[in-house]
């Protein structure tokens, strides 16, 4: 196979003449009045990374799950290296050689890593025997391709990181030659990340397959050979990677011309809102989390606090919104909020005009198994204006939903749908639509656009610099260092539960948060 030595993609023109390692012809599923996916045909030659991309909601999971056997097709045809291959079940899918890693990872969190490797996957009912094979294979695949993990960790206790490689490893202890990665860095750090693709890089030099559906342009760009773009359901293009670019693939995908940026004006800072001294954070296990933090926020301007997950952003989040003890002071306009006790817990906060959009939608924003109008008032269903008499007024919070739902942009427009029925961006945009309606003084907001495609994001920043120009107060926490500069007017950098130190976002760079990030100060470099 010729290469592309610039990359070390394969030479697309140079490829034999092959059948391709998966061929998808006319494959449609609808749910209901929802037509998922329609008449959708794809070619995926072997040994490349194909990218597949589309808003959220396009399609892309839905055609994904299809292929590994989660979802039966209503029609089309599945050809697994030039033979057609019915696909009923996942064992089917592994069976045809196809690996899949979900965006939420399929992991027993109380098993240990060994455990969920062979599950499934069992050699007989003597399982000392299936553990002591999985042991042997799993030393030569983590040492193969750079894969380390404890094979006798317990899951709950690794990173999310960790946890992604566990599951890439699952798909090649079964021996997958296709391997289908569901936004595979939304819940990474850029170390972690650029990790997962030297994994990749090596895994399609190795003659796999790679099938990668991501929102990140970027990641199209400098990963992917081939491009694939679905809108609504349909595919409208497959592109070589090379010639095309970020913003013909955005247009392609939302289907107008995208802004790639972030348009604001410079802040116009007001009174303090948000004024924080000393604030410690101990978590369950006696650890301190958040160390003797300081922070200022005003009216009218976005402070982002940028930093490698885990280094006490998402306490700091957790404390402000009410869901976390600490010790210290915060203020909200001048009055001081209790941090224990009696009033700090998060409906208090909200009464005291602090909406919150948590880091982790699924856990904390959403009950997934709740209709979309019922979470649309979660956690302010209390409130009078809900209320008719001694019951909630069903009938005009569900109107107020489907208002919420067309200014947001949140597709299927059925509010009446449960919330784990939604796509990933839309869920977010149910939670973002439900707390910056309630006007609040302060938003706190975490990983806002964590798993949302490029129209999706293009739209929630606008939403939070709206609101900035109302002159409202709004902590940003991102571990996306773009977003994070294209958003703050202020950067303020975490590291270890302390403030490394802070920066104006337009007298900054990647770089220089890079290292405050690390917990290199501008002394020690």
């Known amino acids: 196979m010729s290469v592309d030595t610039q990359k070390g993609r394969p030479d697309l023109a140079a490829l034999p003449d092959q059948a391709p390692a998966l061929e998808l012809r006319g494959i449609s599923k609808a749910f209901g009045p929802v037509q998922a996916n329609k008449d959708i045909s794809i070619s995926v030659q072997p040994g490349t990374i194909h990218g597949i991309i589309g808003e ?33 079940d996942s064992q089917a899918a592994i069976a045809a050689g196809i690996g899949m890693v979900f965006q939420h990872f399929k992991l027993v969190e109380n098993f240990s890593v060994l455990e969920n490797i062979i599950l499934g996957a069992e050699d007989g009912a003597l399982l000392n025997t299936s553990l002591g094979k999985a042991r042997k294979e799993l030393a030569h695949l983590a040492k193969e391709y750079e894969l380390n993990v404890d094979p006798d960790e317990v899951i709950e206790n690794l990173s999310v990181g960790h946890q992604q490689r566990v599951e890439i490893l699952k798909a090649l202890y079964r021996q997958a030659e296709i391997l289908i990665l569901d936004e595979p860095t939304g819940v990474l750090t850029p170390a972690e990340a650029d990790q997962l693709f030297r994994i ?14 991501t929102h990140k342009l970027r990641e199209i760009m400098e990963y992917t050979d081939t491009v694939s773009v679905m809108r609504r359901g349909e595919m409208t293009a497959t592109v070589k990677t090379s010639e095309t670019n970020p913003e013909q693939l955005a247009e392609l995908m939302v289907g107008r011309k995208v802004l790639l940026r972030v348009d604001k004006k410079p802040a116009t800072p007001g009174a303090n809102v948000l004024e924080i001294g000393g604030l410690n954070v101990v978590d369950e296990q006696g650890v301190r989390r958040v160390k003797d933090v300081s922070l200022t926020l005003k009216a009218g301007e976005i ?8 280094n006490g952003q998402s306490e700091l989040l957790e404390v402000l919104g009410g869901y976390a003890d600490g ?10 909020l209790p941090l224990s006790g009696a009033g700090s817990d998060g409906q208090a906060r ?16 959403l009950i997934m198994d709740f209709a979309a109008w019922e979470n649309s008032v979660f956690g302010y269903h209390n409130e009078p204006e809900f209320q008719s008499g001694m019951l909630m007024d069903n009938k005009g919070i569900q109107a107020k939903a489907a208002e919420q739902m067309e200014r947001f942009d949140v597709r299927p427009r059925n509010a009446n749908l449960s919330a784990k029925n939604f796509s990933g961006g839309n869920q977010q945009k149910i939670v973002v639509a439900r707390e910056i309606e309630r006007n609040p003084d302060l938003l706190l907001i975490g990983q806002p656009t964590r798993g949302v495609d490029i129209g999706a994001i293009e739209f929630i920043h606008q939403q939070i610099v709206e609101l900035r120009d109302q002159g409202k107060a709004i902590l940003l926490v991102s571990v996306e260092l773009d977003e994070i500069l294209s958003l ?12 490394m130190g802070e920066r104006k976002a337009s007298e900054t760079n990647e770089r220089e948060l890079g290292l405050l990030m690390a917990g290199v100060t501008g002394e020690d470099a």
Do not use: C, W
């Not at 909200?350 to 982790?360: L, S, T, Y």
């Open 327 to 336: 010790t210290g002071s915060v203020k909200l306009n001048g009055t001081e």
């Open 488 to 499: 703050s007017d202020r950067v303020a950098v975490m590291f270890d539960g302390q403030i």
């Open 200 to 213: 990749l890089d090596r895994l399609r030099s190795e003659g796999k397959t790679i099938i990668l559906i």
């Open 56 to 88: 959220n909601g396009a399609g892309k999971s839905t055609l994904m799950s299809i292929l590994y056997g989660f979802y039966k097709a209503d029609k089309g045809e599945i050809f697994i290296g030039g033979k057609q291959t019915v696909i009923p």
């Open 350 to 365: 909200r009464a005291a005009g602090i909406a919150h959009v948590p880091e982790d939608r699924q856990r904390e924003g």
């Open 303 to 310: 402070l982002g606090i940028a930093g490698v997950a885990g």
